[in-house]
């Protein structure tokens, strides 16, 4: 039975899970509320909510799973990437509960766990059994990553292995989540944006607005050791350019004001809802924002399956925030079983941040004996996997 803590940005998450994929608790302590005020996380506002919530939360999953702090057998946290100031405290937190317990402690990659929210709901950490379907081709899409990965586990004589990663594709500016939240503070939104977005799509013509995502070119000279796949500009991400995309269509159709009088009525609503939105946007915008919508789904949709076709991946894993996304659900769904892939989510509650997924990923390394160092600190910066050219 794992403990995990997840404190990499705006959520406060523990959970305890056991054997890498059976759910016995999952709390999350949302910051929304906090940080909408300001249309985005506020890093040292999150720090302090951290603080004030990471031991009721700790506490919280522990009795949501009827289980005492000697019975469990490792403490995993978040070590990165994320905020610095928010992940210090999980990895502070965890570090002192592992120590004074005498339990070993698991280190994880915040994106691993995503990877992982969907492996732990489809009984997939059974590395024997998911050596089977490798590779997998994993897209990581949330509000600070849009990144693509071939995964496979190692495969040992006991059965389990830890995961592998290549990265081979990933946005060269904004993330998918970001854009969404970028451009629903910009049409007057709540935020975070994407769920927003996400509700009110359905009700605009996506056809309205004909936006075009240009190719990522090779920086030529420019290639730092971490650009991945040069070769590949089609695996590649940018987002930028349909944030000014949107940007352009609200100014040069005088769509300003309204988008203003949007954000103050619905700032004037103490609990604003989807028929809120809803009543404050014309036919105009709706198909703004479903156009927006189906191009970066497209977008998203047609790299990931470049990807698969070009390394062979038989399974697709989408998973981050934005993989909560009903539009992007069903384009991979249509899409894949034409090609006879298969594509996997996590259940719309693991898509978002949370620990289970902390806890599931720290399983495999556990079984390996890939502990933390007592040294161990925050990683705001870290990466996953190996990255190559193809
Ligand atoms: O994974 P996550 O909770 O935190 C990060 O690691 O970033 O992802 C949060 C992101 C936000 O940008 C949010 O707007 C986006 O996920 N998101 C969505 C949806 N739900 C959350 N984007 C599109 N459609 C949704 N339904
Ligand atoms: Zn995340």
């Known amino acids: ?25 999952s709390v999350v302590a949302s910051q929304i509320g906090i940080h909408a005020p300001y249309g985005g996380v506020v890093p040292e506002l999150a720090s302090r909510e951290h603080l004030r919530n990471i031991v009721p939360v700790v ?67 059974d ?46 500016d904004d993330a998918a989540g970001e854009a969404f939240d970028k451009v629903a503070k910009l049409l007057g939104l709540p935020y975070p944006g994407g769920p927003w977005i996400d ?48 940007l352009r269509y609200v100014e040069n159709h005088g769509l300003g004001p309204a988008c203003a ?45 470049a990807a698969a076709r070009r390394y062979g991946a038989r399974t697709v894993l989408v998973s981050g925030g934005v993989a909560a996304n009903r539009e992007l659900r069903a384009c991979f769904e249509q899409q894949t079983a034409r090609e006879g892939l298969t594509v996997l989510f996590p259940s719309l509650a693991l898509s978002t941040d949370n620990a289970a997924m902390i806890a599931a990923a720290a399983w495999p390394r556990l079984q390996a004996g890939l502990l933390a160092p007592d040294s161990l600190e925050a990683n705001p910066r870290l990466r996953l996997g190996v990255e190559s050219g193809c």
């Open 59 to 125: 506490r919280a999953a522990l009795a949501q799973a009827r289980v005492s702090l000697p019975e469990l057998d490792a403490v995993a946290v978040t070590e990165g990437p994320g905020l610095a100031g928010a992940l210090l405290v999980g990895v502070t937190y965890a570090k002192t509960l592992a120590w004074a317990l005498g339990k070993p402690l698991v280190a994880v990659n915040h994106l691993e766990g995503h990877i992982h929210a969907v492996l732990l709901e489809h009984a997939a950490q």
């Open 199 to 246: 509700g009110l799509a359905p009700h605009g013509d996506a056809r309205a607005v004909p936006f075009r995502f240009a190719e990522v070119r090779r920086r030529e000279g420019r290639q730092r050791a971490s650009t991945v796949s040069a070769d590949a500009p089609e695996l590649m991400f940018s987002f930028s350019g349909i944030k000014t995309g949107v």
């Open 127 to 172: 590395a024997s059994a998911a050596a089977t379907t490798a590779p997998a081709l994993a897209l990581v899409v949330s509000g600070g990553h849009t990144h693509l990965y071939v995964a496979a586990p190692e495969v040992t004589r006991e059965g389990s292995g830890r995961w592998q990663y290549q990265v081979v594709g990933h946005t060269v």
């Open 1 to 25: 039975m794992i403990l995990g803590i997840e404190s990499s940005c705006d959520e406060t998450a523990a959970a305890v899970v056991a054997g890498g994929r059976r759910t016995l608790s």
């Open 261 to 305: 009088a949007r954000a103050r009525a619905l700032g004037a609503i103490e609990k604003p809802t989807l028929t809120d939105a809803l009543a404050l946007c014309d036919a105009e915008t709706l198909g703004l924002i479903a156009s927006f919508q189906r191009a970066v789904v497209d977008n998203l949709v047609g790299r990931t399956l």
